[in-house]
């Protein structure tokens, strides 16, 4: 079956696709002028007028020409066609952003040049992610779930700063995945099927399907969803002797119930579900082989999310209101094999088993349009509590044949840590329209940040790694109890702020000029004031990093040209990083830490460019280049981090795809197209070049990612209510490497992009 299928697969997109160029075809420009977007929940009665694309990045729904920041949106059709399922694809299509992906559940983007490495352990990532109005981006050392991106209305990647609407921790930038709410209007359904072969013979299954029920005509609906994903893997595992280790199996949902009294009021009750499951890492080791790795046991990065939201839109005439209540929980899994510090000497592990409880609350009152004047105003709440469970293990056959006693079991350190964070805001924008030609908007918010990071009595620790490193010890290891640590309490208050002006010198033009702002929570560390059992000379752990602060100086245009034959959107950037949040690591036991150091400038251009020069033929460009380095940095700081002054940050000089699709009709009622992209990513370094600590010494981990350039084949037939769509992912089955682990406890530190991957994809909607 499997042969067939890859035949079957093969031959369809290669008898759809000849002689098809590579390009990337992107919605915010070469189907600008005529892609139709939806809204999100609280703006679904306004609708796209033309060919207008509508966003509600601004959190009021406007054009994207004329959203003075750099956006690009996808909707749903987009999405589907072209196998986007999570981050990887949108990064792809997205100028000036990379994902950072060791695995599955264990990812974080990177967005205009604005990270020290791809793993950020401790800190929140510089990119906010969004499913509807809840905050699920983390902390690098945790999972972070990477949702299934079925019926969705759209998802926007915002760049640039935006914690003026989105928060403290949108440093870079900001993902919003939008869900669809239901129609109280009509009954409808859909199904998505994806089959295909990784590798030969690694068979990937996704399915997916949504039903909309109106229980009260014009009242009251309910929308439901479901998916399935079963992936078999690809990477060897010699340590547990599993082929195909990194399976990944992936279920979940969402439940919707929306309720319209009138047309003017509406409360929408959503349930949403996911639980991945990765069965192994698909880190490699290229001294071991291509697809190889090795652990005692499967490294573990499993994530469930179970999210409850309440939201009403109210319709108050002179503005529109919402509320938007959600509690969440996010169980995680983080189990690792450590023992890559001492080159697999003696076992040394650790299963972090985490438990998230996520308090959200935001209230905004949004103006009617009409009038020069158009304002935003709001209240945000965030609280999360995190409980770490740590266990770090030896092994019982190493125990017994070092003769090593004194435990109760393989666990030599056992304890539990407890970290909150909570954020309180008020925010605002106003815009004035001069004319149509010509609008000024200024926004702020005011934010007030928590975090504590604290040690729970009860548990306990041992000399183990001591004594396992000293030939001939044996006997009774030392344990003695840990005791509750209070830890510190950072507390920070900031204002970001936004000022743009835009002009359109004709109605298909806008240009703009932005200066915006973010920054981080500030980062406390459980463990502050640790020296280190294995040497005590070593660095001591300091108290934890201050919040990071980010300027972001932008102009942009955003245009379409020759009667729409073609568009372009284009933005220059300067940004001014300081006081930089920076993750390191204690070389003598590994033990991980945050901290700060000087100053980090990113400079580039993105671009964005559709092309139609004949009917049905598009062609689609995107991309950026950018330079971004450390600029400031004290011998102190540099001697802590590992950083140099002018050192690359964790970022390629140029990412960019090209799409060429060809769109015709079949006869009767079926179309067809063909498309082929090409994406390509420069190398860069996955972390600062020295040891913490040890300013003298070049870091072992230190090294660049491979640049590398990946092509795929897509084709499929319109069918109206049917689509089938074949396809070739990674064509010239390149295996590069995409990510470095900047961390020495792992034997495998490399990710590598998923072998060749041919499949076919049915579609069904009402």
């Known amino acids: 079956m499997k042969e067939r299928l890859l ?109 020290t490495n791809g793993y950020g352990a401790n800190l929140q ?76 013979d690694a068979l990937r299954q996704r399915y997916n399907g949504m039903v909309n029920i109106p229980l009260v005509d014009e009242h009251l609906a309910l929308r439901v969803v479901g998916f399935y994903r079963h992936e078999d893997g690809w990477v060897d595992n010699l340590g547990t002797g599993v082929k195909g280790a990194n ?50 046991r499967p490294d573990l990065f499993q994530a469930k999310l179970t999210s409850y939201n309440l939201s009403l839109d109210w319709d108050l005439g002179f503005a529109n209101f919402v509320s938007s209540t959600t509690y969440s929980t996010f169980d995680q899994a983080f189990v690792v094999d450590l023992a890559g510090t001492f080159a697999q000497a003696f076992p040394f592990a650790l299963d972090a088993y985490a438990y998230d409880d996520i308090y959200v609350q935001e209230m905004r009152l949004a103006s009617s349009t009409g009038g020069p004047f158009e304002w935003v105003l709001g209240g945000f709440y965030y609280d999360k509590e995190r409980q770490v469970d740590y266990g770090y293990r030896s092994s019982r056959e190493y125990l017994a044949a070092r003769g090593f006693t004194g435990l109760s079991d393989e666990y030599y350190q056992r304890f539990t840590g407890v970290g909150t964070q909570s954020e309180l805001a008020g925010f605002g924008q106003l815009t004035y329209r001069f004319s149509d030609a010509f609008w000024l908007t200024g926004g702020a918010r005011y934010t007030s940040t928590e975090v504590w990071s604290y040690t729970k009595a009860g548990g306990y620790n041992s ?22 640590a209070t830890g510190r309490r950072l507390t920070d208050d900031r204002v970001s702020y936004k000022v743009s002006a835009s002009f359109k010198p004709t109605r298909s033009i806008t240009t703009y000029a932005t200066v915006s702002t973010g920054f981080r929570s500030p980062v406390a560390n459980a463990r502050a004031g640790l020296a280190s059992v294995v040497d005590p000379s070593d660095i001591v752990i300091p108290e934890g990093a201050a919040s990071d602060t980010l300027t972001n100086y932008e102009v942009g245009v955003k245009g379409s040209f020759l009667d729409g034959a073609l568009t372009a959107n284009l933005a220059a950037y300067y940004i001014d990083w300081q006081n930089i949040q920076v993750q390191a690591n204690r070389l003598s036991d590994q033990v991980q830490f945050a901290t700060n150091i000087g ?15 004949v009917t049905g033929l598009s062609i689609a460009l995107n991309g950026s280049v950018n330079d971004a380095e450390v600029t400031e940095l004290t011998d102190q700081e540099a001697a802590m981090s590992g950083a140099e002054n002018g050192i690359q940050l964790a970022s390629p000089h ?27 990513v420069g190398k860069f370094p996955g972390l600062f070049p020295n040891v913490p600590g040890h ?21 499929g037939v319109d069918f109206g209510s049917w689509k089938l769509t074949a396809y070739v992912e990674n064509l010239l089955d390149d295996h590069s490497i995409t ?3 900047p961390e020495a406890f792992l034997d495998g530190r490399y990710a590598r992009l998923r072998p060749r991957t041919v499949g076919l994809r049915l579609g069904w909607d009402l």
């Open 695 to 715: 300013p003298d010494q070049v870091n072992p981990t230190y090294d660049y990612t491979d640049a590398y350039t990946t092509v795929n084949l897509t084709g």
């Open 739 to 741: 990510y470095v682990h």
């Open 654 to 680: 140029f990412q960019g795809s090209a799409t060429v699709r060809y769109d015709f009709a079949l006869g009767g009622d079926a179309d067809a197209f063909v498309s082929a992209n090409a994406a390509h």
């Open 247 to 296: 399976v990944l199996e992936d279920y979940g949902g969402r439940a919707m119930l929306q309720w319209e009294p009138n047309d003017r009021f509406k409360v929408k009750a959503m349930v949403l579900h996911e639980n991945s499951k990765p069965e192994d890492s698909a880190l490699t080791n290229p001294d071991r082989g291509t697809f190889v790795r090795y652990s005692d």
């Open 7 to 115: 035949a079957s697969a093969s031959a369809v997109v290669f008898i759809l696709a000849p002689g098809v160029a590579l390009a990337q075809d992107n919605v915010s420009a070469s189907e600008q002028q005529d892609a139709q977007l939806g809204d999100d929940g609280d703006q679904q009665d306004r609708r796209t007028n033309g060919n207008e694309i509508v966003v509600t990045a601004t959190r009021r729904a406007e054009s994207l020409q004329d959203v003075p920041l750099s956006i690009t949106a996808f909707q749903q059709e987009e999405l589907t066609e072209k196998g986007i399922v999570g981050y990887e694809g949108l990064a792809r299509e997205t100028p000036g952003v990379v994902v950072n992906k060791p695995t599955a559940n264990f990812n974080n983007f990177t967005a205009r040049g604005i990270a």
């Open 125 to 200: 990532g510089t990119v906010a992610i969004y499913i509807d109005e809840l905050p699920i981006s983390a902390n690098g050392n945790s999972t972070i779930l990477d949702p299934t991106l079925f019926d969705v209305e759209r998802v926007e990647f915002l760049r640039g700063p935006q914690g003026t609407l989105f928060g403290s921790n949108s440093l870079a930038g900001a993902v919003r995945i939008l869900t669809k709410s239901p129609d109280v209007d009509k009954f409808d359904a859909a199904a998505l099927v994806d089959v295909g072969l990784t590798d030969g």
């Open 599 to 613: 100053a980090a400038v990113s400079k580039g251009i993105e671009f964005e460019i559709g092309v139609r020069p």
């Open 463 to 484: 000399n183990y790694l001591a004594a396992a490193l000293t030939p001939g010890y044996t006997g009774p290891l030392t344990v003695t109890p840990i005791a509750a």
